[in-house]
T-cell receptor, first 111, second 111 residues
Framework: GQQVMQIPQYQHVQEGEDFTTYCNSS?????IQWYKQRPGGHPVFLIQ?????EVKKQKRLTFQFGEAKKNSSLHITATQTTDVGTYFC???????????FGSGTRLQVQP | NAGVTQTPKFQVLKTGQSMTLQCAQD?????MYWYRQDPGMGLRLIYY???????DKGEVPNGYNVSRLNKREFSLRLESAAPSQTSVYFCASAGRVYGYTFGSGTRLTVV
């Protein structure tokens, strides 16, 4: 079945440092979505990428979709303590009208 | 505007007991989902309902049943709880605009 892998599993940064998480799918994706889950909370939708090579920005967050549409990345510039949480990527499940989520990257930011 | 409401928020069950997790959305979404979240394993799809009147198995359906009661409500039933079903359960819904909206989750412990 489809696998969506994320690396790293965990990253601890000092406030102000940059952070990047990578998402790789075993299959080509028609689109990819990113979610953020704060500690003790629920996942919240951030963005969807559809086009090959697409780059989208949300303030300090930059999202990229790979040329082959099998990988994606989320880059945070100058992290803040409000960025703490787990970031998930998700892609459409083959044969199902639902998303397959990656295992997530947990970000800890030290003030 | 409540979004997706899940009840209960916490539950402790004894092995072999049954229970139903309730989920309701007020966004007129067609699709609804049940995921479970275990440490280090991301979100795994249990069942989903692409539209009112239909339900389909996800990645980990064993030990669960679902009912799409109407367009608003999608319940998850554990007929005979097992310790392996200790998890955090999230309900989500999705409409024509992309992105899932998640409920706040049910933290279930089976002892």
């Amino acid at each position: 079945g489809q696998q969506v892998m994320q690396i790293p599993q965990y990253q601890h940064v000092q406030e102000g440092e940059d952070f990047t998480t990578y998402c790789n799918s075993s299959t080509t994706l028609s689109n990819i979505q990113w979610y953020k889950q704060r500690p003790g909370g629920h996942p919240v939708f951030l963005i969807q990428l559809v086009k090959s090579g697409e780059v989208k920005k949300q303030k300090r967050l930059t999202f990229q979709f790979g040329e082959a549409k099998k990988n994606s990345s989320l880059h945070i510039t100058a992290t803040q303590t409000t960025d703490v949480g787990t970031y998930f990527c998700a892609g459409p499940s083959p044969g199902r009208r639902a998303l397959t989520f990656g295992s997530g990257t947990r970000l800890q930011v030290q003030p | 505007n409540a979004g997706v409401t899940q009840t209960p928020k916490f539950q402790v069950l004894k092995t072999g007991q049954s229970m139903t997790l309730q989920c309701a959305q007020d966004m007129n979404h067609n699709s609804m989902y049940w995921y479970r979240q275990d440490p280090g394993m991301g979100l795994r799809l249990i069942y989903y309902s692409a539209s009112e009147g239909t339900t389909d198995k996800g990645e980990v359906p064993n030990g669960y049943n679902v009912s799409r009661l109407n367009k608003r409500e999608f319940s998850l039933r554990l007929e005979s709880a097992a310790p392996s079903q200790t998890s955090v359960y999230f309900c989500a819904s999705a409409g024509r605009v992309y992105g899932y909206t998640f409920g706040s989750g049910t933290r279930l412990t089976v002892v």
